[in-house]
């Protein structure tokens, strides 16, 4: 867990622009109409490691803290249980306005390094491209860290764990009509990254 | 009864008994699943999703276009592609645009979708189609000293506008089958609490410490065995649990079986058939209790 | 019908130089008095000094002047007091006219001479309705000096023990057995912790013995006739099964009675036998059997009560009875309901005996407080308030409970003081101690350390024998998770049932949380829409005791008032029926705003009493079979006919504004001497739903290039009434060849009047984009409309 900063909340660290910007998001809609009660924060099982709870995390998106945001741990952290929007008064769909923030954090670079789950996101998106499906021992070979010898040496406890209860598939799944991943995928992801480098 | 059956990737890998464990009760049910040819990945709930909307929408369209053609609803085995599935179905019902764009990816491939199935969830099958009666009439070897702690996680049951077949805060659906079984539901909290499966992989420890506080209050509350009905909660719960023994140093040892697979004990049906033999945490104990 | 001779006089002020400095009233003077039936016209310094009314009244008897318009400034402001001045020398006062010259004339415009022009404009526009003026009377109904109250909780007690002590009759209708309400379930009052029986049951034992109250108990009104003042009331009445004067209460029936089931008055923490007293005091102080659970009366076998009451008081041979009521007024006070919390799962309420509501808690303090799974006293207590209040979840209220928080703070000072080490918690979402007393009521429970915990409760969860609860400490921004021996919810408060079904019998409104809505949110509280229907209580809404007794007692006053006048004034400004042409399609009745037409042997017929004048039923007619009194399509078509005279300023633009918030929205406008270009001429008219069609049509056609309608904020004719009739007329507009861009509507509050002179200036900007409209246009519009006349110039 991040080591909470003291911060002042000034018309530096504000821009009105981002609250606008999240309200037209999927889920983010009624973002406005948050009470502020804490149901969300009260239910969230993973609230322990979170920098800023749910709760918090809608209110600096009142106050347009776009940087803190998308900095904070949280929105990496929602699991998307959905307790949250079960219980929320005002149906506020909280997972899914988290979803598109880790988006907004990625395209804008606020994904830091050590942080695992852009690099996540990125691979699982890869592997079901070229495969259709999912592969895992792919994908967790292209998140490890080669350089942490610890990290591998637990990998390989797991993995051989994994194997012997023959959870292990090594051959990479197969579809036939794999073409039509491939035609979904340019259709949609080359086209935005097209938009997006305009 | 005959299904269009969307397995997922975790059945076809790491989670093969569970798909085992579901045809061999579905034999005996008289429960057709017929596997959707060229299924695709669901879309994921999150990783594909937050990337892309429309790419995640668009991957469960192709699956849900191809169900329709078979002329069923579909049916899922893991929570989270029962999620990602219905949430697509939903999305697209509500939203014309979307459902425009979507369509203009189908009918690239030559596929259209005219939403009109259900995605649903196999335990919705074996309670509200199968009916509990049926399964009592199977039963052959009553779990009568068994003591289960059903857990439902998240998305099996929430949010109830797409998953509608439970109650959000108190399920029944499982604890009712394991009744019916003979079995005992052991009290305990949390049953519907996150295990954090979804994190497991990008923050392990934050995960380890959600599923160990599950293993604890089931282990407390004097269970036998946690019984759940996904992959991902199956996972993080059993194969996991050696790490959340040796992250926190505690002592758990509860094995976890698939729904499928205590459905197939009380049936009568062989150790290997159900897959028991591929649960990390070995049953084997569990099984000599009820002399099998 | 022949017709007097007209004889009219013209009277501009000079309003010592704020007229005369901007407006050439000497010119405008000449000009009006060549006008035909224009007997005199003068100007005077001060119209409405006492010389100025007296000039006008000895010109009244000299000339034998018939129709009088004064060119001063805004109705507004002289209206009734020149009506008083005309009808003190024996004119109907409905025969006068004011001419706006100030406020939307002198003081919004700096060009003299076109200024000079529009007032002559507007005093022409005036001159040709005047000649179309009739004498009008309002008419006088007398009001029955008897009032229903419908409810007798604490706001239908009170309400009638204020008439009552006035002298007024009050009949207080009760549906359960006994009046009381909620109140008397309650342990404790907040912030003063007084008993809350001990001051209720004398105020019941009060109502019962007044001579001037009759209580109908298990009773409900069922169906309404009749008008503000004489309004006729059926109310079922239905069998208790006991006599009430042979009942003493002795109770030997419940002794023996074999059938047993949950108390209503306990909250279901108790049991009752089928036949019961719902509480020791209640009024009446009678038994009675509860028909779905009598075994008699429902499997024809036991009659054991009838065989042990020595008063001979049982009767099952008591049928339903329906009693007319003819009372002038009628009071609804039938209060709340809490919201069924069982579907919110998430609060577990009914799967642990110890998770109750805030009701079950006040019975729970006067059974000796305990837990209802064990009987043991609790020691750690949760109240979580907002339950199923501020919500836009299915079936929640999006409204604060208003007594929620104290009523938590109360019973947590309660608890302390009844279990010594009692440790009570109060999740709550925002304290809200707005009333007396209430904030130093919130500093005790401080002192007495009681914990407040600001999140609203995530889950409550059975834990064994306990009851764990889960909230985020929002201020803390940490988890809470503590285990309780008791929960107690604070449940939303909604309209009590069918409330929306006797709205709909009374025939007035419910407001968006399904409260019975008021006339107006501050000046109007607790009158419904309805004229002689009031309100108090938490029908209208939630609300504490002292509140409650507040607005019963204003009410009360209000009634008063109304029924002392010993008559109801309709005013003549209502629509009439022309029964020759109406084919009673219906139209009108669909577009009332008050619902004041019916079809009566296939004609419309407009209750006059109920009729709010707005005429917005006169455009919507097909057959042309309605028509509005001071506001009739002759005199409306005359008046544009008039205003439309005169070039000045171009481009010329009629705006209609809904005479009473838009036109003083443009009063204001000059009061702030905001000013703007001459070319618009302002027509007051009721509503901007009397403006039809035909209106517009003549106004293009008699010279006009562009029309505003501008309509109150506040008007029963809506922002949406007004965008379904804009999108009509510019339907027909088109069908005329005429662009819908020339016509342009709006709504405002009073003080918006910068909204308006915008519309004003953006839309004058934009007429003369486009440009007038042809001569030959206008003619042949006129030809189409086939009106004889014209422009008359």
């Known amino acids: ?198 | 009864m005959k299904y269009a059956f969307f397995p997922g990737c975790a059945v076809h890998a790491s989670a093969k008994e569970y798909g085992m464990s579901c045809k061999a009760i579905s034999k005996v049910l008289g429960i057709e699943l017929i596997e959707i040819p060229e299924w695709n990945c669901c879309g994921s709930i999150d990783a594909i999703y937050a990337h892309n909307p429309v790419l995640s929408i668009s991957l469960s369209a192709r699956n849900l276009s191809l169900a329709e053609k078979m002329g069923t609803d579909v049916i899922t085995l893991c929570s989270a592609c029962f999620f990602t599935l219905s949430r697509a179905n939903k999305l697209m019902h509500e939203d014309p645009k979307l459902k425009g764009q979507v369509d203009n990816v189908l009918g690239n491939l030559k596929l259209n979708y005219n939403g009109e199935i259900k995605v649903r969830h196999f335990l919705d099958v074996l309670l509200n189609d199968v009916g509990l009666e049926k399964i009592s009439e199977n039963v052959k070897v009553p779990l009568k000293e068994l003591r289960v702690a059903p857990y439902y996680g998240c998305l099996l049951v929430r949010p109830p506008e797409i998953a509608n077949f439970d109650e959000p805060e108190h399920p029944t659906s499982m604890d009712k089958l394991m009744e019916v079984l003979g079995a005992t539901n052991v009290n305990y909290l949390d049953k519907t609490r996150c295990c954090g499966a979804s994190l497991i992989v990008t923050k392990e420890r934050i995960a380890l410490e959600m599923t160990k506080n599950l293993l604890l209050t089931a282990k407390n509350a004097e269970a036998d065995c946690i019984v759940t009905a996904c992959p991902m909660c199956h996972f993080n719960l059993d194969a996991m649990q050696k790490d959340v023994e040796s992250t926190f140093d505690v002592d758990i040892n509860l094995p976890v079986l698939y729904i499928t697979q205590v459905i197939g004990i009380a049936f009568g049906l062989n150790v290997k058939e159900l897959g028991l033999n591929r649960n990390c945490v070995s049953p084997m104990k569990l099984l000599s209790k009820l002399k099998i | 019908m022949p017709r007097e001779q007209l004889r009219i006089g013209v009277y501009i002020c000079h309003c010592g130089g704020n007229i005369s400095d901007t407006v050439d009233v000497e010119r405008v003077r000449e000009h009006i008095a060549k006008l035909k039936n224009v007997e005199i016209a003068k100007t005077y310094e001060y119209v409405c000094s006492n010389p100025g009314q007296e000039m006008i009244r000895n010109d009244i008897k000299k000339h034998k002047l018939n129709r009088i318009i004064i060119a001063a400034c805004s109705p507004r402001m002289h209206l009734d007091t020149f009506r008083q001045t005309i009808e003190t020398a024996g004119l109907n006062p409905y025969l006068l006219e004011i001419t706006n010259l100030r406020e939307q004339c002198s003081w919004v415009h700096d060009d003299k001479e076109n200024a000079t022009i529009k007032a002559t404009a507007l005093i022409h526009g005036a001159v040709e309705r005047a000649r179309n003026l009739e004498p009008l009377k309002p008419d006088f109904l007398p009001v029955k000096k008897e009032v229903l109250v419908i409810g007798g909780g604490i706001a239908g007690i009170m309400t009638s023990i204020e008439l009552a002590d006035k002298g007024f009759n009050v009949y207080l209708v009760e549906k359960e057995p006994t009046i009381g309400g909620h109140m008397a379930q309650l342990s404790k009052t907040f912030p003063t912790l007084d008993c809350s029986q001990c001051i209720l049951t004398p105020k019941m034992v009060y109502v019962s013995r007044h001579p001037n109250i009759k209580i109908f108990d298990m009773a409900e009104p069922i169906s309404l006739e009749g008008s503000p003042g004489n309004y006729k009331v059926l109310i079922r009445v239905k069998p208790r099964f006991v006599d009430k004067t042979s009942c003493t209460s002795c109770g030997e029936c419940a002794k023996i009675c074999p059938v047993k089931k949950p108390s209503k008055f306990e909250e279901g923490l108790l049991q009752e036998k089928a036949i019961y007293l719902p509480f020791k005091q209640a009024i009446p102080n009678a038994y009675v059997i509860d028909k779905d659970h009598c075994l008699f009366l429902n499997k024809g076998v036991c009659r054991l009560c009838e065989r042990v009451c020595k008063g001979k008081a049982i009767d099952f041979e008591q049928k339903e009875d329906i009693i007319e009521l003819n009372v002038g007024a009628i009071v609804v006070c039938t209060g709340y309901k809490q919201l069924n919390v069982s579907p919110f799962t998430q609060y577990s309420y009914g799967l642990h005996p110890d998770i109750i509501t805030n009701l079950q808690f006040e019975r729970l303090m006067l059974q000796g407080i305990h837990r209802p799974s064990n009987g043991k006293p609790p020691r750690k207590v949760a109240f979580v308030l907002c339950v199923g209040s501020r919500s836009n979840s299915d079936g929640c209220a999006a409204h604060c409970c208003k007594i929620g928080c104290m009523n938590a703070i109360k019973h947590s000072l309660l608890l302390e003081k009844a279990i010594p080490d009692a440790d009570p918690w109060i999740f709550y979402t925002d304290v809200r101690a707005h009333g007396k007393g209430y904030e130093e009521f919130y500093s005790k429970a401080r002192e007495h350390n009681v914990k407040f915990i600001r999140g609203r409760v995530a889950e409550v969860i059975p834990n064994g024998d306990n009851i764990l609860v889960r909230a985020e400490d929002t201020l803390l921004g940490m988890t809470v998770e503590e285990e309780f021996d008791l929960v107690v919810l604070s449940p939303a408060l909604l309209p009590n049932t069918d409330t929306s079904k006797l709205a709909q019998m009374l025939g007035i409104d419910l407001g968006p949380n399904g409260f019975l809505l008021e006339r107006h949110h501050k000046l109007r509280p607790v009158d419904s829409k309805r004229e002689g229907i009031f309100m108090a209580g938490c029908a209208l809404g939630p609300k504490d005791i002292r509140e409650t007794t507040m607005e019963a007692m204003s009410t009360a006053s209000k009634v008063a008032t109304f029924l002392a006048k010993g008559k109801v004034t309709l005013s003549p400004e209502v629509a009439y029926v022309l029964p020759k042409k109406c084919d009673g399609c219906g139209v009108c009745v669909e577009h009332c705003p008050a619902k004041a037409i019916q079809i009566v042997s296939s004609k419309a017929t407009i209750d006059a009493i109920s009729c709010l004048g707005c005429g917005v039923c006169v455009p919507k007619c097909p057959k042309e079979a309605i028509d509005l009194k001071n506001c009739t399509n002759e005199q409306l078509m005359a008046q544009i006919r008039g205003v439309c005279e005169e070039n000045g300023a171009a481009p010329k633009i009629i705006a209609f504004l809904e005479k009473t918030t838009a036109y003083g929205s443009a009063d204001l406008a000059g009061q702030s001497r905001r000013s703007y270009i001459s070319n618009v001429r302002i027509v007051g008219v009721p509503s901007t739903g009397r403006v039809g069609i035909k209106h517009l049509l003549y106004a293009f056609a008699a010279g006009a290039d562009g029309i505003i309608l501008i309509e109150g904020d506040d008007s029963p004719f809506t922002e949406e009434k007004l965008r379904e009739h804009m999108i009509q007329l510019k339907k027909e507009l088109g069908k005329f060849g005429v662009k819908s861009l020339r016509l342009v509507s709006t709504t405002t509050t009073l003080p918006q009047y910068e909204k308006v002179v915008n519309l004003f200036e953006t839309f004058t900007e934009r007429i003369s984009k486009i440009g007038p409209i042809p001569k030959e246009k206008r003619a042949e519009i006129m030809k189409k409309l086939k009106l004889e006349g014209g422009s008359q110039s």
């Open chain 1, 1 to 198: 867990m991040k080591p909470k900063q003291f911060q002042k909340i000034v018309s530096e660290v504000r821009d009105q622009s981002f609250t606008e910007e999240v309200q037209k998001l999927r889920g983010g809609e009624n973002i406005l109409d948050c009470i502020q009660c804490g149901v969300c924060s009260g239910s969230c099982p993973a609230r322990f490691a979170m920098d800023f709870s749910p709760m918090q995390i809608i209110k600096m998106i009142h106050l347009g803290m776009r940087d803190q945001v998308l900095s904070s741990s949280t929105i990496w952290i929602c699991a998307s249980c959905y307790t949250c929007a079960t219980r929320c008064p005002r149906g506020i769909d909280i997972p899914m306005f988290m979803s598109a923030l880790k988006n907004i954090a990625i395209k804008n670079g606020f994904a830091s390094d050590d942080e695992i789950k852009p690099k996540f996101h990125k691979s699982f998106t890869e592997i079901i491209r070229k495969y259709g499906r999912m592969h895992e021992p792919e994908l967790k070979m292209k998140l490890m860290r080669k350089s942490d010898l610890r990290e591998l040496y637990q990998n390989a406890v797991l993995a051989f764990r994994l194997w012997r209860k023959g959870k292990v598939k090594l051959l990479a799944p197969r579809m036939d009509q794999l073409s039509h991943i491939s035609e979904i995928f340019e259709d949609l992801l080359e086209k935005q990254e097209e938009e997006a480098s305009k």
